[in-house]
């Protein structure tokens, strides 16, 4: 049994435990919150698994083979920083870091480290997209040449102490919500993004909340393009006040033989080729994995993730989201807030040297 320790138990850390209890192989046996509540929920799900009030203890008590961090994006820096340097294997949640220069520190830190590091864009495995990425791997488009992803969602979701509610500790909309959405524009184009230019602002969330004197400053919708050094582009559409919506996530990927699109959660995927169909008659499958016993917040990707992160831990697969991707995903969302900022398009080399 590989012995798992989990480094957060809010939302998404109680989320991480609830998918491992169905993880063949897999036995939780810690877990660390400094806030009592969560720890508390954590312990009615895991009573026989050790409590910790910090990453710290959990480390130094020497029970792990891996640990997940799901604690609050400003502090994934500091924690990783910590783990690196320890044979543990770890899987932390998105975004890697708050700002691209820590995420660089993070990478240097992981060096010649030979334990798995994995970043937490499962986005990539939800049936629908990874249907999708299926797809396009296998020509269906041919070589893409625009992708365009909707995402026309509720608001940010409550969280300890609202820690949520401000940029300086989310990285800032962008980063926080959407570095799954650039992931996947660089999982599925072959080039290089480049450039990045973006509109957006803050026009109806939280603009009544107030917390120690201070509003919050995240943006709730806005249009990020994005350039590929072979002349491709994508296209990210974001809208946190949409809720009244049919399908929460849309994404197409076009190319010259034809276009593929996700929809979800009506959890289809729609294939056209060209020469072959015209508007209105493309083929339409529905997707589902049976294998996957436990849906969770995030349509089961979460679940696939988990069973990915064991394999690549017991030398099955390869490491299949690395740091590099972390990194690079958390660069075009900087790079998307800084052209909002500056009203201007921004080259990633500006961030990245």
Known sequence: MLRYGIIGTGMMGIEHIENLAFTDGVEVVAFADPHGPSRDRAAQLLPDAAPFRDH?????????????????????AEI??????????VLVEKPLCTT??????ILTLAEGRTAVTWVG???????????????????????PRMVAIREHRFPFLT?????????????????????????????????????VMASGGQDVNHLDEVYQGQTPDILDNAFVMVEFDDGARAMLDLCMFAEATQNQEELSVVGERGKV?????????????????WIGGVETVAVTDPAIPYE???GGSSFVEHQRFRDAILGRIPVEVDLADGLLSVAIGEAAQQSIKERRPVALDELLG
């Open 56 to 76: 710290h203890s959990l480390i130094a008590a020497g029970i792990c083979d891996a640990v997940v961090v799901a604690t609050p994006n400003m502090t994934h």
């Open 80 to 89: 990783l920083g910590d783990l690196l340097a320890t044979p543990l294997h």
């Open 100 to 105: 691209v220069a820590d995420c660089q520190r």
């Open 121 to 143: 864009l499962e986005y990539r495995f939800m049936p629908p997209i990874a249907r999708l990425l299926a797809e396009v791997d296998a020509g269906a488009v041919g070589r």
């Open 159 to 195: 969280k300890v102490d609202n820690w949520n509610r401000f940029s300086a500790n989310t990285g800032g909309t962008l980063v926080e919500k959407c570095c799954h959405f650039f992931d996947l524009m660089v999982r599925i184009m072959p080039g290089r993004p480049v450039w």
């Open 261 to 277: 699109e996700a929809l979800i959660p009506d959890n289809v995927v729609r294939r056209g080729r060209r020469g072959e169909h």
């Open 296 to 298: 969770g917040h995030h």
